[in-house]
């Protein structure tokens, strides 16, 4: 119930957005709106205000359908406009009216990103301190000297000047940006003797087209640093044959010295029978593992079948009002770039297309950041309305892109496209987005049942 009710409070808030930000410019233009409807569909409700603006008459519906919405305003093109009001006409309007309008949709779902992130940043997100694990055997982190334990304290790409890091998922965002773009990352790094020294993570050999956990182990920064304790033990697990319990801490895998859950969880992916020293409470006991044989992305990996690792560090982050407005102007700007990229890295084959999403997997986010609480839900909001206003500026002919598309052309030509150019495009275009809707549906039903 509660994926189902965040789904759609998320698409009603997204959609009456969008279209509140065609509705407003075009009133603010001098454009007659006939109708503004969140929605498809059968009416659930209509309402129409008796006091509007001088040239207004719009009547505001309520769909039964909630995935999507639409602004009608006065036009020649779709029926007979009297004379006295043809100037209310949106066709009539001159160019830099006509683009605004449309442009308005995408803008406010951007500028209701920079909001919500700015919301988040206010009220502040408790996030993992920026603590290092061990890196993995063999990765570049490794290569570049690091052990675990290590604080960092900024981080930059390429040439930058340093940015400090306030926290884990601040580092592993921009690991993410260097890793798909191809640039190397230097980190300030504090240890305890508090001492700080800069370390470089050649990541432009990666030539990766999606970020995922594989990509991160061979970054080698895979999560911050825990404490290596025994959490849940599942039932009929190898833990739970064995006697391991949580709370149980792990002191040695054979003869080696276990410093952290990181450690700990790579000794168990070797699949290697071992002899483990834990202690537990106030006492010392040893036990004999032999993880079992489990295969992961092709590769057979040990399992023990329980929680490897204790809750992070965390710490509360948060900015002041107009730290917090810049903050969110900047995360919508660099979601903005990372999805036209990984956008344009589908078209050409360099990214996989299953990075696509539909409806399916938008709902069971939805519930997920709900169940986590209000910040979650606002991250997850942010980031679906900057995904709705980018998707909306590309220049396909039946999105608002490919409507400022025409209205470029009619600029330097001084000629509007013709009906017949328009007709072939649309169905271009409606062909194009019936593709994508058909490959993010295979890919939800694929994540689904697999």
């Given at each position: 119930m509660l994926t189902v009710l965040s789904f759609v409070v998320a698409l009603a808030v997204l959609i009456a957005v969008h279209e509140y930000g065609h509705y407003r410019v075009a009133v603010a233009c001098g454009v007659k709106v006939l109708k503004f409807s969140i929605g498809f569909g059968k009416t659930l409700y209509r309402w129409q205000p008796p006091n509007q603006k001088y040239g207004q008459n719009t009547e505001f519906v309520l769909g039964a359908i909630p995935l999507g919405g639409f602004v009608k305003m006065l036009d020649e093109r779709e029926g007979v406009v009297a004379a006295d009001e043809r100037h209310l006409a949106f066709n009539t309007q001159p160019l830099r009216s006509r683009a605004a309008i449309v442009a308005a949709g995408p803008a406010?779902?951007?500028?209701?990103?920079?909001?919500?992130?700015?919301?988040?940043?206010?009220?502040?997100?408790?996030?993992?301190?920026?603590?290092?694990?061990?890196?993995?055997?063999?990765?570049?982190?490794?290569?570049?000297?690091?052990?675990?334990?290590?604080?960092?304290?900024?981080?930059?790409?390429?040439?930058?000047?340093?940015?400090?890091?306030?926290?884990?998922?601040?580092?592993?965002?921009?690991?993410?940006?260097?890793?798909?773009?191809?640039?190397?990352?230097?980190?300030?790094?504090?240890?305890?003797?508090?001492?700080?020294?800069?370390?470089?993570l050649p990541l432009h050999g990666l030539q990766t087209k999606e970020v995922d956990t594989t990509v991160f182990r061979k970054i080698g920064i895979v999560g911050p640093w825990t404490q290596p304790v025994i959490g849940e033990v599942m039932a009929d697990s190898v833990a739970r044959k064995v006697g391991l319990q949580a709370g149980d801490v792990v002191l040695t895998v054979g003869k080696i010295v276990v410093v952290d859950a990181q450690q700990l969880r790579e000794l168990i992916r070797e699949n290697l029978p071992q002899v483990w020293r834990l202690r537990r409470g106030m006492q010392e006991l040893s036990v004999e593992v032999t993880p079992e044989p489990k295969l992961d992305n092709g590769v057979t990996v040990g399992r023990i079948g329980a929680y490897v690792g204790a809750p992070p560090a965390m710490v509360l982050v948060r900015y002041g009002p107009l730290e917090g407005v810049w903050k969110g102007a900047v995360r919508t700007w660099e979601v903005s770039v990372l999805t036209l990229r990984m956008m344009g890295k589908m078209v050409i084959g360099e990214a996989s297309l299953k990075n696509l999403s539909g409806p399916l997997s938008i709902a069971e986010y939805a519930g997920k950041s709900a169940s986590l609480g209000l910040t979650s839900y606002l991250i997850f909001l942010a980031l679906i309305s900057v995904s709705l206003g980018v998707l909306n500026l590309l220049p396909l002919p039946v999105l608002d892109g490919g409507h400022l598309m025409y209205y470029l052309w009619e600029g330097l030509t001084g000629q509007g496209v013709s009906d017949r150019w328009m007709e072939r495009l649309s169905r271009v275009g409606v062909a194009m987005l019936l593709l994508m809707m058909s490959i993010a549906m295979y890919n939800d039903l694929t994540r689904l049942f697999s």
């Open positions: 406010a779902n951007l500028l209701l990103a920079v909001l919500l992130y700015a919301m988040v940043s206010w009220m502040g997100v408790d996030e993992p301190r920026a603590i290092l694990a061990s890196p993995t055997v063999g990765s570049i982190a490794e290569a570049a000297g690091l052990r675990g334990g290590e604080q960092v304290t900024a981080a930059a790409m390429d040439g930058d000047a340093l940015a400090p890091v306030r926290s884990f998922e601040d580092m592993r965002w921009m690991l993410t940006q260097a890793a798909l773009g191809g640039h190397d990352v230097r980190l300030a790094l504090q240890n305890d003797t508090a001492h700080t020294v800069e370390v470089l």
